[in-house]
């Protein structure tokens, strides 16, 4: 009965180490250190099925940085492991006029909850007046992504879904859903409160940028990038437009840096622009029945 029991033990660890789950508790240990809250499997209500669906880890720390305004950073993290399948993004250079509107899908402040207009950007434009985000020091963004298995392709039908696609989705149903929520249920309650999203893809795999010129394609390989995506939440008639962060898990710590450094950026522009956003509230408050 013993060894029966060890040979069970066995055959499940090997089905463990299989899937996510070891990167998903490597990730959120390392998180811990730096963010106040943490939840794995978070649980949120999917818009287009109405049913309960999960996001891997949510994180967040609350940081005053003046008196009567309050900055609530989140991080959204989907972590995904292949061995068979190695994922390639496939990059252009950013337009010119690449700026903070690229992220309006991640911010959300309450002047645009109390409106039920998450387009209204008086309080981002300030937020992010004169600093540059991580998304700014990448010189490309991805435009489209496939997985690709590795080796003979036996079948002309996949074996599993795009998990690329499956990751994305859930990032941007949980947003939408974290912010929906904000928007219902907005009261107008002090101190004012801002909320920055920073959707994330930890994956244990190859990780490649696709560079296309013409007929040729190369690919170089990646720990780090930053693609687009558009989404439209039942909040809002209009679609929106996300970046996501695509790191892998070698880079975690590195990139983890990076993003606490946004914050602090965000937190210090609050600080340094506080009468400003208390100006600017109080001007689009008057003119607006809540």
């Not at 669906?53 to 950073?73: G, K, L, T, V």
């Not at 947003?175 to 920073?198: G, H, L, N």
Request: one cysteine or more; aromatic letters at 12%; glycine letters at 2%.
């Amino acid at each position: 009965m013993h060894s029966e029991d060890n040979e069970i033990q066995e055959f499940l660890i090997r089905q463990i180490k299989e899937t996510g789950i070891p990167l998903e508790i490597k990730t959120s240990l390392d998180l811990s250190q730096k963010w106040d809250h943490i939840t794995n499997q978070d649980t949120y209500v999917d818009s287009e099925t109405n049913k309960l669906r999960e996001i891997d880890i949510s994180a967040y720390s609350s940081q005053i940085p003046a008196q009567d305004i309050e900055f609530e950073p989140n991080f959204v993290i989907e972590c995904k492991k292949s061995e068979k399948y190695a994922w390639v993004f496939f990059t252009q250079p950013k337009p010119s006029d690449f700026d903070i509107n690229e992220f309006a899908g991640q911010f959300l402040d309450d002047l645009q909850m109390a409106t039920k207009d998450v387009y209204r950007s008086e309080i981002r434009d300030i937020v992010f007046k004169n600093i540059k985000l991580h998304y700014d020091e990448q010189r490309k963004c991805a435009v489209t992504f496939q997985d690709f298995k590795i080796g003979e392709v036996k079948s002309q039908f996949r074996e599993q879904q795009n998990e690329i696609n499956e990751a994305r989705q859930q990032l941007k149903g949980y947003i939408a859903w974290a912010m929906r929520q904000d928007v219902d249920f907005w009261k107008p309650i002090t101190p004012y409160s801002i909320e920055m999203y920073f959707p994330c893809i930890v994956f244990k795999g190859r990780l490649y940028e696709g560079v296309v010129k013409g007929d040729d394609v190369s690919l170089v390989e990646a720990k780090h990038l930053v693609f687009s995506t558009l989404y439209k939440s039942n909040y809002s008639p209009y679609e929106r437009n996300m970046l996501i962060d695509v790191v892998r898990e070698d880079f975690f710590e590195s990139y983890q840096e990076l993003i606490m450094q946004d914050v602090r950026k965000i937190a210090k522009n609050i600080e340094i622009n506080a009468d400003l956003i208390r100006n600017t509230i109080k001007k689009m408050t008057s003119q607006v029945k809540t």
